[in-house]
């Protein structure tokens, strides 16, 4: 009598071998460590969308929401930094001004991520793990940018890139 089939240790070899390949191979094709620092930026903008919101109610208390960027168009977040140390963070439209320093103040972020002012206009600010390097423009991988609100009613853009 012939019996046509797999002893079981040609099967027990298989999945040996299966394991083996997955082990190697799955690493490969699935990127975790991308969507971990994706889905860190991702917090990253929905702390700054709030932080900017708690702003423009600020501004709209004080009146100011509707005036451009200047030295004298602030509110007082209470962080005894910014201007002449009192806690006035400059903004633009009730906004916070795309300017590092005092993107910087809004959002207790630790040493490895930082902050950089692109562009000559300082209305845009990339925020990015130091260990990918200074990004260049907006349109690089694994950063989130703010964009200054440019008038009255106007949200400031805040976008992330995912990283790859």
Do not use: W
């Not at 299966?18 to 971990?36: E, M, R, S």
């Not at 490895?112 to 300082?122: E, N, R, V």
Request: charged letters at 15%.
């Amino acid at each position: 009598m012939h019996n046509k089939g797999f002893t079981l240790i040609e099967l027990v070899v298989v999945i040996v071998i299966l394991g083996i390949l997955a082990v190697t191979a799955a690493p490969k094709f699935i990127n975790l460590q991308a969507d971990a620092k994706t889905a860190t930026l991702q917090s990253i903008q929905a702390s700054l969308q709030s932080a900017a919101a708690l702003v423009y109610s600020k501004a709209i208390v004080k009146g100011n929401q509707n005036e451009s960027a200047s030295n004298s168009n602030t509110v007082n977040i209470g962080d005894g930094g910014g201007l002449n140390s009192d806690g006035e963070l400059l903004v633009a439209f009730g906004y916070p001004v795309g300017v590092a320093d005092e993107l910087q103040r809004l959002l207790d972020l630790d040493t490895q991520y930082d902050y950089k002012t692109l562009g000559t206009a300082s209305d845009t600010v990339a925020l990015y793990f130091t260990d990918n390097g200074e990004p260049t423009s907006i349109n690089d991988d694994c950063i989130v940018y703010y964009i200054s609100s440019t008038g009255p009613g106007v949200k400031p853009t805040i976008e992330v890139n995912d990283c790859v």
